[in-house]
């Protein structure tokens, strides 16, 4: 029954949204059948047109109401919609093994900048990717922790998944500032290293900060996970407030940070 009721809704609602188009066709009909049976005066195929008219007329006006009045509903539909939207965090955040490969991410950059705890990863298996870089005059600052450190202690006791060893943990920072310190050497004018004993919370890899395609990512230090099972998010300058606030981390890092010397 009820079913029924809403059918019986539907059509007397575009029985008048379409009365005054059906009185018009209705009411021609009537005019050209009756003026082959009898004939009108001039003045009242004049009456007869001009009443024609008003219902054209009437029918435009109330076809754009009807049309105005369910836009209006659809917006705000889609206002509501849009309000009680539930953001997939699942597509916003990626872990390490889910991005492209970083000689990919980093193929147009010249501005390169680094920050992380030890950077060991990096410094390791991308070390020719960062050589070649340089070689094509694309520059790379680093921020890494100062290793034998309190804030490498705590690094190591809470976020490390690899090892508890605090010695071993610093000796990888160690390793990763002998590498980063041989392209330096190598490209002086290029590379910047520095230090810090505070605890990042987050690695950074930004490129090209100064331009339009300027992008960061940020990964999240949480504790005792897998480097490569860290959540990650991206960055770039179309999410203007995200982006200055990262940008606004960067440059905290570098001043709160000493250039790094052998």
């Given at each position: 029954m009820k079913k029924i009721l809403n059918y019986l809704l539907i059509f007397i609602k575009i029985l008048l949204e379409q009365a005054t188009l059906m009185a018009t066709i209705i009411a021609s009909t009537y005019i050209?059948?009756?003026?082959?049976?009898?004939a009108y005066s001039t003045n009242t195929l004049l009456l007869w047109l001009i009443s024609l008219l008003g219902l054209v007329a009437t029918s435009s006006v109330s076809e754009q109401y009807f049309k105005l009045n369910k836009m209006n509903k659809d917006i705000e539909s889609i206002k509501e919609s849009i309000g009680n939207r539930v953001i997939e965090i699942d597509g916003v955040f990626l872990t390490r093994k889910d991005q492209s490969p970083l000689e990919e991410r980093l193929e147009n950059a010249n501005a390169i900048f680094l920050s992380g705890g030890s950077l060991a990863r990096l410094s390791d298996e991308y070390y020719a990717c960062f050589e070649d870089k340089l070689r094509n005059r694309c520059s790379i600052e680093i921020v890494l922790v100062k290793p034998f450190s309190p804030g490498a202690d705590l690094l190591c006791q809470n976020v490390v998944y690899e090892t508890i060893d605090k010695v071993a943990y610093s000796q990888k920072?160690?390793?990763?500032?002998?590498?980063?310190?041989?392209?330096?050497?190598?490209?002086?004018?290029?590379?910047?290293?520095?230090?810090?004993?505070?605890?990042?919370?987050?690695?950074i890899i930004a490129t090209n900060l100064e331009r339009q395609d300027a992008k960061i990512q940020v990964e999240l230090y949480s504790y005792a996970v897998p480097t490569r099972e860290r959540m990650q998010f991206?960055?770039?300058?179309?999410?203007?407030k995200t982006f200055q606030f990262f940008v606004s981390q960067i440059n905290t890092l570098k001043e709160q940070s000493d250039l790094y010397r052998e």
């Open positions: 050209v059948i009756t003026s082959q049976i009898k920072i160690e390793d990763s500032l002998v590498r980063f310190a041989r392209l330096k050497r190598e490209f002086p004018q290029l590379v910047t290293i520095r230090i810090t004993e505070n605890i990042p919370p987050f690695g991206n960055i770039s300058k179309s999410d203007k």
